[in-house]
Structure formats: C-alpha cells, structure tokens
C-alpha cells in the first residue's frame, strides 16, 4: 500500500441536502466526489469507477453485506465497501475514499491522494 498525503478541508454542502441512501455528486478541488449518508454515517468516494471508467458511482446503490456499508457500481454492479473502497467482488480493485465530516451542519470534505 502506497503512502497518502491529505489536502485541507472543503466545505461542500449543508447536510440536510444529503437524502439517506442517496449519493450526491460534488466538485472538490477539481476531483468529483460521491457523498452519502447511510446507517448515520458519511461518506466520501471518488465518482469514477474504477472498472467501468465513467463517472457515475454518486447513482450507484446503497446497501450492505454482512453488516457492512456498500455501494453498487450502477454500470456493472461491483460492489465496494463504503469503510475502505476495498471492491468484495474484484479483490484487486479500490475506490478510492475521501474523508468526510459534518461541522456545524456543513458536510466537508478532506481529499485522500496516492503518492
């Protein structure tokens, strides 16, 4: 695993414009970013799709599997857990993950990049 450097928070959106298992697409620093709220937690990931290529992953399908927080490529269907971006059906595929925090009801967002 290849060593992460973190930029600054961005103030992205009120939280109360993010519906429950519902992404929502945002530009932070130039990067698209999906944002979801699931099981009262909050998540950040890339919206590009590692397999398929597009963005697309903030229309993707919220769910889990044995307890953990999922989201379904809404292209082919891989699944990546929310915690990590680890994809469960392509063990050699990630997503790429943002740190995600809600601060006097204003969601942020920090960018994770590989160095």
């Given at each position: 695993m290849s060593p992460t450097s973190t930029l600054d928070w961005t103030a992205v959106c009120p939280l109360d414009r993010l519906d429950p298992d519902r992404g929502v697409a945002a530009l932070v620093d130039g990067v698209q970013v999906a944002l979801f709220v699931t099981g009262g937690e909050l998540y950040a990931v890339d919206n590009l799709?590692?397999?398929?290529?597009?963005?697309?992953?903030?229309?993707?399908?919220?769910?889990?599997?044995?307890?953990?927080?999922?989201?379904?490529?809404?292209?082919?269907?891989?699944?990546?857990?929310?915690?990590?971006?680890?994809?469960?059906?392509?063990?050699?595929?990630?997503?790429?993950?943002?740190?995600a925090r809600c601060r006097d009801g204003v969601v942020e967002v920090r960018l994770r990049q590989e160095e």
């Open positions: 799709d590692p397999v398929g290529g597009a963005y697309v992953m903030s229309r993707g399908i919220v769910g889990s599997r044995g307890g953990v927080p999922t989201l379904a490529s809404p292209l082919h269907k891989q699944v990546y857990d929310l915690r990590t971006g680890r994809c469960l059906d392509l063990p050699d595929v990630t997503l790429r993950r943002h740190e």
